[in-house]
């Protein structure tokens, strides 16, 4: 029994109920956290695709720039694309996708030139750290990845690096960089071989590190250690989920 509220999810209609209506994969999701208040009423919200207390593997993805409560739903149609690849991947493992938007993240006109403060990320970073632990203690078997997409990356690699978020991968994506107190994948608190990391050719966020170092390194240099995939974009057609999509080549440079 999950100790959260469920529903059904329908990918092709993440704001609607699902009553009446089929869809592949139908999963429960779960409501984790809900603060509409919260982050100057940008809001705080989790969402769980899949039943964090008994899967397998939990992923818990942290977005970045421009990102508000008002969002959630963009931000749990992401997580089911996460569950269904996990579950395609693995049939005979189950899965528990999050989308975790509890800090404030930088929201405005000029997001990117407001990127280069670090005081968000560290903020978010004590919150993810006992959400994440507060998963971990109601089950404590599972196979945890963090996720971080552009400044919520750096969120990621400070909780790592400063409080030890109880995870077995990283996954850094469009970084501006992971922190200043950061100069190896090693300082997550994993070995190198378990944290990986991609950017898009034309990601404005991720150029920031590039030898600046306003956040610490370019994480996808060899230097840094980390396992590197590419992440430019090419279309896909999913016939099992009805519907054309981006997706990352996901394949290993190094």
């Known amino acids: 029994t999950s100790m959260w509220s469920a529903a059904v999810f329908d990918p092709a209609f993440p704001g609607r109920n699902r009553a009446a209506r089929s869809s592949p994969l139908p999963v429960e999701t779960f409501l984790l956290v809900y603060k509409p208040e919260a982050h100057a009423s940008d809001g705080g919200v989790a969402i769980s695709v899949g039943d964090p207390t008994n899967a397998d593997n939990v992923a818990v993805t942290v977005p970045g720039i421009n990102t508000e409560g008002g969002g959630a739903a963009n931000g749990t149609r992401d997580a089911y694309n996460a569950y269904s690849s996990a579950r395609f991947s693995d049939p005979n493992s189950s899965t528990a996708s999050i989308f975790w938007l509890d800090y404030d993240s930088p929201s405005s006109d ?23 632990r507060g998963l971990t203690e109601n089950n404590p078997n599972a196979h945890y990845t963090a996720i971080g997409h552009s400044y919520g990356s750096m969120l990621v690699a400070q909780a790592g690096a400063d409080y030890n978020l109880p995870v077995d991968d990283f996954v850094l994506i469009g970084s501006p960089g992971p922190g200043q107190s950061i100069d190896h994948a090693t300082d997550l608190g994993v070995s190198a071989d378990h944290v990986f990391v991609a950017d898009a050719s034309d990601d404005n966020v991720s150029k920031i590190s590039d030898g600046s170092f306003i956040h610490g390194p370019d994480i996808t240099r060899e230097g840094f250690g980390a396992v590197r995939f590419e992440a430019d974009l090419r279309t896909q057609v999913s016939p099992s989920l009805g519907f054309r999509r981006p997706q990352p080549l996901l394949h290993p440079r190094v």
């Not at 997001?111 to 994440?132: C, H, K």
């Open 110 to 132: 000029n997001a990117i030139t407001d990127t280069p403060s670090q005081t968000m990320a560290d903020r978010g970073a004590i919150t993810l750290n006992s959400f994440v």
